[in-house]
């Protein structure tokens, strides 16, 4: 049935028994279409869940979106309702009405909340069976000035860097974890902030990126003393996944990887302990680079696991990436990093070399979809030469690095624990208990059965490049059962250590799509070459990125 002539709407400031002060257009919205939008109001203000998936049509096809990105489907709807805790009191200030079809009808209403500020809604509602139902919706929720999920401290610019540069126009979310003169380190733990003092000095990392002329946006959350890779902050809540609505944003540089994802910073400065760019990078779409260990300078960083700390940054693309690291990288650019140009300045071989056992921990759809990105890329004309080499159980040197890294972390911050005692999470405490459990004879033992596997992995990258996917597979929902988060991460680990281990470079280029329950989702790929060829491996990884985007082309 072809849709009627839509009516002219014409606002009357009326004032229905079940909605006092509401101004409803002409024509006049059915009763029972109005009866089931105030029935959804009032299970949204109340958060009944129960109602709010009776309100909603079932099936493949219904959608709901919001500034956080599109979900279709029953599944990725159920996900994005289990999260939910309310919405902030508000009246419905006025209602548009049209009729699009028989039995098919377009409510845009207007929210007025209590606290200040106004929303719109849109919703597509169907009578099915006799009952109206929404089977797509759209939320413009009021703005908001400050994300405190992502952020502890913003501005426009919260520091101006140099007003000329290669940087210049850039701005960087700054992970909680870097010195910043005059100001606290926070860790993403809100008893540390209280009870340290202002920084004396800026961060080398962050006076690079100033000098460069990139300007910071604002301190960024991260996760507790960035002891986890998931991305959930108990203290100020899980910042969003920029590309998945409803997933974990991935940690523990959480913070800056959303407000790069979102559009609130073009640089994200962060940290790579165990795989914390990496991994926000490949959940969100981003690129993240983890630079060799001890290339970039860590004076006013607040270590983790010295021994497998390092500086990374996160962009939205690799052209960005390649400007910060040919300036930080550089003799110009940096004022205490040697250069790198000696070894970065030829490129890498063309050649790639795919990690069988790392390639044997993503899940099927992951590896499936790296399998047709490795078969297009040796079928071009111009491409690398790949193939498949082992490198070696990887549980065992997962479990050592463990023990290195939780006997460092506990000698870095088990003072403050003890001292703050339930100060941490629950996750992020009992990671330091076991790391205050590893002895020096556990730990010296740990460290000399991870020598194989570093051995292994430089001689793989002595001429070639490996490649492999960043992570198991998509980020998994932020309602995931615990277990299946702790086997993810586990799996994780297996994929992002060997790189740690080594010290080596790495990079996630995000050129993988993999379905999830919560809508298609990214994965990214990850690169790793020899020991200071940062800024050879961005230029390579771009490089790859054209030829992919090349033969996606019909």
């Not at 952020?151 to 010195?179: S, Y």
Request: glycine content about 10%.
């Amino acid at each position: 049935m072809s849709a009627p002539d839509l009516p002219k709407g014409q606002d009357t400031r009326t004032t229905p028994d079940h909605a006092p002060g509401v101004v409803d257009s002409q024509p006049p919205i059915p009763a029972d279409l109005r009866a089931a939008f105030d029935v959804y109001e009032r299970a949204l203000m109340s958060d009944d869940v129960a109602v709010l998936d009776e309100a909603f049509a079932s099936g493949s096809e219904v959608m709901r979106g919001d500034a956080a990105g599109l979900l279709v489907g029953d599944d990725a709807l159920l996900a994005f309702r289990k999260l939910r805790g309310g919405v902030a009191p508000r009246t419905i200030e006025r209602i548009e009405y049209r009729p699009l079809a028989e039995d098919v009808a377009l409510l845009v209403s207007v929210s007025r909340f209590r606290g200040g500020g106004t929303g719109l809604q849109t919703q597509v509602w169907q009578r099915v069976e006799g009952r109206w139902v929404i089977t797509a919706a759209h939320v413009t929720g009021r703005a908001q000035a400050l994300d405190r999920a992502v952020w502890r401290q913003v501005g426009d610019p919260f520091l101006q860097g140099a007003w000329e540069g290669p940087l210049a126009g850039l701005t960087v979310a700054v992970k909680d974890l870097f010195a910043i003169k005059g100001f606290r380190i926070g860790a993403g733990n809100p008893a540390y902030l209280e009870s340290a003092r202002a920084e004396a000095t800026t961060a080398a990392a962050v006076s690079d990126l100033l000098r460069g002329g990139a300007s910071l946006r604002g301190i960024a959350r991260t996760d507790e003393f960035a002891y986890s890779i998931a991305g959930d902050n108990p203290h100020y809540g899980t910042p969003p996944n920029g590309a998945v609505p409803g997933a974990l944003p991935g940690g523990s540089s959480n913070g800056p990887a959303s407000a790069v994802a979102t559009g609130q910073a073009e640089i994200g400065l962060a940290t790579d302990t165990a795989g914390s760019v990496r991994v926000p990078a490949s959940y969100q779409g981003l690129w993240g680079l983890r630079t060799t260990h001890g290339l970039v300078p860590r004076q006013g960083l607040l270590p983790l696991a010295q021994s497998f700390d390092t500086v990374g940054w996160i962009t939205r693309d690799g052209e960005t990436l390649q400007r910060v690291a040919d300036w930080c990288l550089s003799y110009d650019g940096s004022e205490s990093t040697e250069s790198v140009w000696g070894e970065s300045g030829p490129d890498l071989p063309w050649r790639l070399r795919v990690p069988a056992e790392i390639r044997a921990d993503a899940d099927p759809a992951t590896v499936a979809a790296f399998d047709a990105l490795i078969e297009a890329l040796a079928s071009a004309t111009d491409g690398p030469a790949v193939d498949e080499v082992p490198i070696g159980d990887l549980a065992a040197p997962a479990a050592a690095f463990r023990a290195v890294q939780g006997a460092e972390a506990w000698r870095n911050n088990g003072e403050w624990l003890e001292a703050h005692p339930g100060a941490v999470g629950p996750a992020a405490a009992e990671r330091f208990r076991a790391g205050a459990a590893v002895t020096a004879e556990g730990e010296a033992s740990a460290r000399s059965s991870l020598a194989p596997l570093r051995d292994r992995l430089d001689a793989l990258v002595r001429d070639a490049v490996l490649i492999f996917p960043t992570v198991p597979g998509p980020a998994p929902a932020r309602t995931a059962d615990p277990a299946d988060i702790d086997a993810t991460r586990a799996a994780t680990l297996r994929m992002t250590v060997p790189a740690a281990v080594a010290g080596l470079p790495a990079v996630s280029v995000p050129l993988l799509t993999v379905a999830s329950p919560l809508g298609p989702a990214p994965v990214g790929v990850c690169l790793v070459s020899r020991a200071g060829t940062d800024i050879a491996l961005v230029r390579l990884a771009r490089r790859l990125e054209s030829l992919v985007r090349r033969t996606e082309t019909p």
